[in-house]
């Protein structure tokens, strides 16, 4: 399916180096404002009070934020669970206050909106819990990489292996970049975001590779620079049509899925904007530069052979 069709090659690996240069100053950037502002993490990995409220009717959770924003509390997490009666809040650590104290104030202050309301859990999640979560979610990003590896490697070639996992570290990084630079609030749904990011933007790239693949059987005479870029141009209708209907619904998330699903959607918004310039020009530029040709991907028969665009291919006397 394609909503239109190049007919000129648009050559884009002629400006790789252009925009490679300003992907390494962006990535240099990310890295900066990570080590230097650090990752504002959530509840989940910090440690604080967790509270699980019932409502006798379906809860109001901008209501509900608005009434716990009155108390001073900062970054606390408001969201359904189960049902639209039930209510789960998660508030980070005070200092001087205790976990029994914190959702003593919070519970006084709902019920002045609904006197209904009723507590049925609260715990504490202490630090150890949260560094638990994070060491796992790095060894989930590690075996992701490595699987993205392993599998560029067995289906194409280990120089295509290289260049996409440096294009989708690139993602990553650029993410986290922003997260640290704005001070965005970093929880276990934006770690989700950007797995799934990963995955999303290897796709892209393996699109790319297979006609490249495809590109070095059928155009013998192309120089390595022209099959890239001809397999580029030539999946530009499917890229619209498939980052589009995603960031679509993408979109959808980041205005009407409220605050539970602000981060979520925007940590995916960045990655796919920036999945599709690292699959074009970062991924197959490295390919390029690491001096991928036709023999890595074509094997040889043995035989000579036929021209695709030979009207006499095949023939026999």
């Known amino acids: 399916m394609e909503f239109f069709k190049i007919h000129r090659d648009i050559p884009f690996m002629r400006h790789a180096l252009v925009f490679n240069i300003v ?35 379906p809860a109001d959770l901008n209501q509900v934020r608005t009434q716990i924003a009155g108390l001073g509390l900062n970054d606390v997490q408001v969201q359904n669970f189960g049902t639209s009666k039930d209510v789960l809040i998660r508030m980070p650590v005070q200092k001087g206050v205790t976990s029994a104290q914190q959702s003593d104030q919070v519970l006084a202050a709902l019920k002045t909106l609904d006197a209904s309301v009723q507590l049925q859990r609260t715990e504490f999640v202490g630090p150890q819990v949260g560094d638990e979560l994070a060491a796992d979610g790095l060894k989930a990003l590690a075996f992701v990489v490595v699987g993205i590896m392993l599998y560029l490697a067995i289906r194409f070639e280990w120089k295509f292996a290289v260049a996409a996992i440096f294009a989708n570290l690139h993602d990553v990084v650029i993410i986290l970049g922003f997260f640290a630079f704005f001070q965005w609030e970093f929880s276990l749904p934006v770690l989700a975001a950007v797995l799934a990011v990963l995955g999303y933007s290897v796709n892209e790239s393996v699109v790319i590779f297979d006609r490249i693949r495809e590109n070095f059987r059928r155009f013998r005479k192309m120089s390595t620079m022209q099959v890239i ?27 009407f899925g409220g605050p539970t699903l602000h981060y979520f959607a925007l940590a995916l918004t960045i990655g796919i904007c920036f999945g599709i310039y690292s699959s074009v020009f970062v991924a197959a530029a490295i390919a390029m530069w690491l001096g991928i040709k036709r023999e890595d991907l ?16 095949g023939a026999t006397v």
């Open 23 to 57: 992907s390494f100053l962006t990535f240099v950037a990310a890295v900066f404002f990570l080590f230097s502002r650090g990752l504002h993490l959530s509840v989940e990995f910090t440690g604080g009070t967790l509270m699980e409220v019932s409502y006798s009717q």
């Open 229 to 255: 870029d001809n397999a580029i141009t030539s999946t530009i209708s499917r890229t619209i049509i498939t980052h589009g209907s995603t960031q679509i619904m993408v979109l959808s998330m980041l205005l």
């Open 298 to 313: 074509v094997k040889s028969t043995g035989k000579k052979e036929e021209d695709p665009n030979d009207p006499n291919a």
